[in-house]
Structures are given as C-alpha cells and as structure tokens.
C-alpha cells in the first residue's frame, strides 16, 4: 500500500491561510481592547463631568439674594458676594 503524504506546496498554502485567519483574528482582539480603553475613558471623564454638574448644581440652589441687592451662598463662612441684577431676561 501506498502512502500519500503533503507536498510542500500544500502546507505553505495552508500555513499562509492559517496566518492570515489569525492575524484576522489579532486585529479584531487589540480593536476590542483599544474601543474598551476609550470607552472607560470616556466613562471616566462623564463621571467627572456629573460631579463637577452636581457642585455646580448644589453651589448655585445654596445662592441667596441679601436685602442690598447682592447675592451671597447661604451657610458659607467666607462667602463671597456677587452682584446680581434686578432683572434676568432670558
């Protein structure tokens, strides 16, 4: 009986289409990662951007408007005072 065997040929042809799946492959996997990165980045930067909203939220509700026309925040030691005007016309 006879044994057939592989030429050369077709191993390179089917090791070259193996390297070229998995490189394929590689490139989806650090695409993946790399989007996650980015993502909690962003995620990151949004938190940062609901804190700094909420203090600004909090600073601005805490503002009260004395008796000589000015404004100070309520409940602050060393509160600044700020000039408002009569009217805001939006």
Do not use: D, Y
């Amino acid at each position: 009986m006879k044994e057939r065997a592989f030429t050369l040929i077709e191993v390179l042809i089917t090791v070259s289409i193996f390297l070229m799946v998995m490189g394929l492959v590689l490139g989806l996997i650090v695409i993946s990662f790399r989007n996650l990165h980015e993502g909690e980045k962003m995620l990151v930067h949004q938190q940062q951007q609901r804190r700094c909203l909420s203090r600004l939220s909090r600073e601005i509700s805490s503002l009260v408007r004395t008796a000589s026309g000015e404004a100070s925040f309520a409940g602050r030691e060393n509160s600044f005072f700020l000039s408002l005007p009569k009217r805001i016309v939006w």
